[in-house]
């Protein structure tokens, strides 16, 4: 049975920044990080490799958001600098078991957290 629970969400300005974590248990391989904002489809945001060593970052967060993983604490970050108003959301973990290239498509996601809120004010 896998187990994700995020943390570190919470309200900031814009220009910020805020750490969120993934405290994980189980068996899987890969994990990443997506968002729901009020109304929309929840979004891919970032994936990391079971390793560590191959990330994917969706366009809209490259050289503002950097995920790391530590297989060692079973725990992921997402360190989010620069947050900007469109950065709110719900924020979700998310773990596969789908060997391979990192995915941005949810429906190859496995396994999810219950969620953390992200709001950044103007």
């Known amino acids: 049975q896998v187990q994700l629970v995020e943390s570190g969400g919470g309200l900031v300005q814009a220009g910020g920044s805020l750490r969120l974590s993934c405290a994980a248990s189980g068996v899987f391989y890969h994990m990443g990080w997506f968002r729901q904002a009020p109304g929309k489809e929840r979004e891919f945001v970032v994936a990391?490799?079971?390793?560590?060593?191959?990330?994917k970052y969706a366009d809209s967060v490259k050289g503002r958001f950097t995920v790391s993983r530590d297989n060692a604490k079973n725990t992921m970050y997402l360190q989010m600098n620069s947050l900007k108003p469109e950065d709110t959301a719900v924020y979700y973990c998310a773990a596969t078991l789908k060997w391979g290239p990192v995915t941005a498509a949810t429906s190859e996601w496995n396994y999810w957290g219950q969620g953390t809120q992200v709001t950044v004010s103007s």
């Open positions: 990391v490799s079971w390793s560590g060593g191959s990330t």
